[in-house]
């Protein structure tokens, strides 16, 4: 069977950045599911299968098509329930939907206060259009101007990762002893700022960036590979 995982990409394809889309990878190597990983340049989104989705990941797994990586991560431990779970249960499923809050309302707009230009400057013209007039309207400001803030971004970085820090006084993944879909949710904010501006801007004793390493380890590597 064919199973085909659309990510995101700039001019280089051997460096995928997205932040969902890494949460898709990391989802699919933790239910130890191979695939083919074809990284798209954004204006080539609406363009694959038939304008299937206007986003990336979006997962083809013989004739079904799911996008959305939440929706990915749950329609693989439905689909593959031999395979190690991505949640354990109802009340993982639940969490990890908090977890993505703190992804997307606290580090995400952290790491495009710091990137957005870094993101920009890796896509190839056409691409670089498409960004600047999207995010700008999105942001409502010139991504020169959301980057004139990036240093102070920077310094206040750490601290965003508070709740992280004081579970890992406890526990050495989201998921206790092991990694689950949670965890991969803000590893793929994380690889994110990694890729695109190359740092995480985390010191190398800070237990978040430990545990950053930890996941970086996973499956051999697969996402250190990519830098
Ligand atoms: N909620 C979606 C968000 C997906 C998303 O926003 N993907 C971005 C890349 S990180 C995208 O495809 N953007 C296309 C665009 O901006 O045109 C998920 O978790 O998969």
Redesign the pocket.
């Known amino acids: 069977m064919t199973r085909i995982l659309y990510s995101?990409c700039g001019a280089d394809r051997a460096r995928p950045f997205?932040?969902?889309?890494w949460?898709a990878v990391m989802a699919l190597s933790h239910k130890g599911l191979a695939f083919e990983e074809i990284p798209l340049a954004?204006t080539a989104?609406p363009k694959t299968e038939n304008g299937a989705s206007?986003?990336?990941?979006l997962l083809k797994d013989g004739d079904r098509l799911v996008?959305?990586?939440?929706a990915i991560a749950l329609y693989l431990d439905q689909a593959y329930p031999d395979q190690p779970s991505l949640f354990k249960g109802e009340g993982g499923r639940a969490t990890a939907r908090f977890v993505e809050g703190f992804a997307q309302t606290v580090i995400h707009p952290a790491v495009t206060g710091i990137a957005v230009l870094n993101i920009h400057d890796m896509l190839d013209p056409v691409d670089q259009d498409?960004f600047r007039v999207?995010r700008e309207k999105w942001l409502g400001r010139s991504l020169e101007e959301v980057t004139a803030g990036r240093d102070a971004q920077i310094e206040a970085f750490p601290k965003k990762l508070e709740p992280l820090r004081h579970m890992l006084k406890h526990q050495p993944f989201i998921g206790g002893d092991m990694p689950l879909f949670a965890d991969y949710i803000v590893f793929g904010a994380l690889q994110w700022l990694r890729i695109t501006s190359g740092s995480i801007h985390l010191a190398a004793d800070d237990p978040t960036a430990l545990w950053f390493a930890r996941c970086l380890d996973l499956f051999e590597g697969q996402a250190r590979a990519v830098a």
């Open positions: 995101l997205s932040p969902h889309c949460k954004f989104i206007k986003t990336v990941p996008s959305d990586s939440f498409y999207s």
